[in-house]
């Protein structure tokens, strides 16, 4: 499975567009990008999934690059609320969907 | 959490106790993963079943862990004879087996050892 490396950590304010960009050279061409959210004391929730170019739904963007090498997950408008730690994970999905490999996140701190 | 669940919330044992952890997955769900996690890190894979088997235990301890996921009933992630640096949150996550790409956890149980 691809290592992944993202920021340790980021600040930010209510109402901002927050961009979390997340390496992975190593990606293979059957990987797929994941992104969960874990705020404390609860169990990690997926947010979205994209294998190129960009993805949305209703609560974020993912936006991958041609050479798929890098990813960016952008929460529109943070509030309070998304402080968390924000996972970037990237791997083969099939049957087997649940073993995932967690670096160390990116917490994000949102400031009134 | 889409009704994964797990207990204890919380559980605290003292050294050389047993800690019994138990998950109930998703309904419907067949595939069931435990994960350890330590404070200030990540989540650390632990084991991988189905009903009946244990399909990958690449991420178990190698001795006082077993983990078991029966015909009828939940999931069950056995410690024995607990040391401190058992002391971590241990989730749960389950998905089906149609390739559905979602994992969903449970809210984890944080076991304590005194």
């Known amino acids: 499975l691809a290592k992944t490396t993202q920021p340790i950590s980021m600040d930010s304010y209510e109402g901002q567009e927050v961009n979390i960009t997340c390496s992975h050279n190593?990606?293979?061409?059957?990987?797929?990008i994941t992104w969960y959210q874990q705020f404390p004391s609860q169990g990690p929730r997926f947010i979205i999934q994209?294998?190129?170019t960009k993805v949305t739904n209703e609560v974020a963007s993912l936006f991958i690059p041609a050479d798929r090498k890098s990813s960016t997950l952008s929460l529109p408008r943070v509030s309070l609320s998304d402080t968390a730690v924000y996972y970037c994970?990237?791997?083969?999905?099939?049957?087997?969907?649940?073993?995932?490999?967690f670096g160390q996140g990116t917490t994000l701190q949102v400031k009134p | 959490n889409a009704g994964v669940m797990q207990n204890p919330r919380h559980l605290v044992r003292r050294r050389g106790q047993e800690a019994r952890l138990r998950c109930s997955p998703v309904?419907?769900?067949?595939?069931v993963y435990w994960y350890r996690q330590l404070p200030e890190e990540g989540l650390k894979f632990m084991v991988y079943?189905?009903?009946?088997?244990?399909?990958?235990e690449s991420g178990m301890p190698k001795e006082r862990f077993s983990a078991e996921f029966p015909k009828e009933g939940p999931s069950i992630l056995r410690i024995q004879q607990v040391v401190r640096g058992d002391s971590a949150a241990y989730f749960c996550?389950?998905?089906?087996?149609?390739?559905?790409?979602?994992?969903?956890f449970g809210q984890g149980t944080r076991l304590t050892v005194v």
């Open positions: 994970l990237v791997g083969p999905y099939s049957s087997n969907t649940g073993k995932l490999i």
């Open positions: 079943l189905q009903k009946e088997n244990i399909i990958d």
């Open positions: 996550a389950s998905s089906d087996s149609q390739g559905n790409t979602e994992a969903f």
């Open positions: 309904k419907g769900h067949s595939h």
């Open positions: 190593n990606i293979a061409t059957n990987d797929y």
């Open positions: 994209g294998y190129k």
